[in-house]
């Protein structure tokens, strides 16, 4: 990539209407998503397994880097590996029939859910998937509300029904009353663990059985008619009769299915399945390609827009440095959401106003990437990142256009980064710059400029110690981290000017964020209450208010 000098040559755009033609059909092809998910609920399998069928990978366990890959994974992943845990995320792209499908993939763990949460800024559509003994868990809540906030399509896939679980009529009744997300079931299962027997279809009345293959492997997927004589040699009378109940139920007292209501993240479909098996994983994906929406139209300074427009514009949802080691890289995830982006374009980034050739954009599969010729609305490029951009730049050809940044998250664990070796301090500085810029972790700094060593404020802390592994691996510099005692922060809505009139605040601690801006720190809700009853007129903020236009201050 290499920035071009602004000159009056305009920023590519396509002229040509035939290519409005393909761009409509590019798109009309795509479908984008991401799974939320409590840890351990089956992500990785069910990724797995989807990708098998898109016949992206040739064998399960391909997902998690293994065998030569290992070597070609960088310093903290080696950290990923001795906890086992997962904390990057990646793009998977692959085709399955007619569709290309964009697998967003995000880190497993709740304490990188600030990735996640940008990660999700970028799909158009999400897969809940939900152990069926375990029902909703936090982590799916908490994701969950990002994407109500964002109202993407959420289709649910209640995995594990090959163990006991709970019943499913109380798990659709817990999405209800606990989401306020209405339920649709495409499939109902007939019994559960030991006495799962496969699901009926509920649009064919079709019953798929299920076969206990030995562990890891395929289960076969054998279709019968629901009025098949040869069904009781499968499937007991009992079990049977209670879920074709159940199913009458539903059609009873259940909405009814709406594509509207779908696409509005107000209805959710939702599958029974066994991931591990491999039951009920293809007809989820043919069901959920029919009704998950193309790439949609997306808010702007300048109104929706509609990925048909013929210009290029995306932005930037992710940054992620040093994947490889070997090449001491750092990527700029892009997600395209209007145009065709073609190879060595000329785009303007919104922010500086710059005009910036991308020579060598890439496609990403997990570890692997590969130069991309072009890419359309809903596919995510990976841009070799000198720095310049940040999470949530948009780029763009043609009239100007800023996306609606992405929000930071509420850090609740806060702590001073000391560096104890005055002598390593370009390094410690240059480290502590590039982890904020990626998002890794957010950086506060005190109001004091006498104290010069920042305060990582994070939403976990395991966020906290990947910075620390990674600062001492990748620039050197061993730290040290110093709690502060703060559990909860709140951005002033007004600015200093605001906070200068109410005075003195008792039980709080004043810092700055990358921006300047005030951020107020407290031990405890307790506190925050305080001051709320103290000041009603102030208006305070647990989200950071977007930025753009402005540099962020540095180390
Ligand atoms: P995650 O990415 O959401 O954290 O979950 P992951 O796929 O790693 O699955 C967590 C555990 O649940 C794994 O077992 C996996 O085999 C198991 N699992 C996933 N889907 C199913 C399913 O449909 N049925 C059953 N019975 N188990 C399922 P593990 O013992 O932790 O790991 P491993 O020994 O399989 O590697």
Known sequence: ????????????????????????????????????????????????????????????????????????????????????????STVLQFDYLQTKINLLDTPGHQDFSEDTYRTLAAADNAVMLEDAAKG?????????????????????????????????????????????????????????????????????????????????????????????????????????????????????????RDLELIHAGK??????GSAMTNFGVRPFLDSFLAMAQAPVARNSSDGLVDPLRKEFSGFVF????????????????VRVCSGRFEKDMTVRHARTGKLIRLSRPQKLFGQDRSVVDDAFPGDV???????????????????????????????????????????????????????REEGAVQILYDIDQSKRDPILAAVGQLQLEVVQHRLENEYGVATRLEPMGYQVARWVSGGWSELETIGRIFNCKTVQDAWSRPVLLFKNDWNLGQLNEDHPGLELSAVAPVVSGVDPISL
């Open 136 to 256: 909703l868990e936090p982590q799916t809540r908490k994701l969950f509300e990002v994407c109500r906030m964002r109202n993407i399509p959420i289709f649910t896939f209640i995995n594990k029904m090959d163990r006991p679980g709970q019943e499913p009529l109380a798990l659709l009744d817990e999405i209800e009353a606990e989401l306020g997300l209405s339920t649709w079931a495409v499939n109902w299962p007939i019994g559960s663990g030991e006495q799962f027997r496969g699901v009926i279809e509920r649009k064919t009345r079709d019953v798929i059985l299920f076969t206990r293959a030995e562990r890891g492997r395929q289960s076969e997927e054998r279709h019968l008619k629901i009025d098949d004589p040869l069904l009781k040699d499968f499937v007991e009378k009992e079990l049977l009769d209670k879920a074709l109940e159940e199913l009458e139920l539903l059609e009873e007292v259940g909405p009814e």
């Open 381 to 435: 490029i990976g841009l070799n990142n000198p720095g310049m951009f940040s999470i949530g730049d948009t780029l763009y050809t043609g009239p100007r256009l800023e996306y609606e940044g992405i929000p930071c998250f509420s850090p609740e664990i806060f702590s001073w980064l000391r560096n104890p070796n005055p002598s390593a301090f370009k390094n410690f500085r240059k480290g502590v710059n590039e982890l």
């Open 1 to 88: 990539m290499s920035l071009v000098n602004p000159s009056p040559e305009k920023p590519s755009s396509f002229k040509d209407e035939s290519l409005t033609f393909d761009l409509a059909k590019e798109i009309s092809r795509r479908r984008n998503f991401a799974i939320i998910s409590h840890p351990d609920a089956g992500k990785t399998t069910l990724t797995e397994k989807l990708l098998l069928y898109g016949g992206a990978i040739q064998q399960a366990g391909a997902v998690k880097a293994r065998g030569e890959q290992r070597k070609v994974t960088s310093d903290w992943m080696e950290l990923e590996k001795q906890r086992g845990i997962s904390i990057t």
């Open 318 to 333: 992710k940054l992620q440095a040093n994947m490889d080691p070997r090449h001491r890289d750092r990527v700029a995830f």
């Open 267 to 272: 209805l959710t479909p939702v599958f029974f």
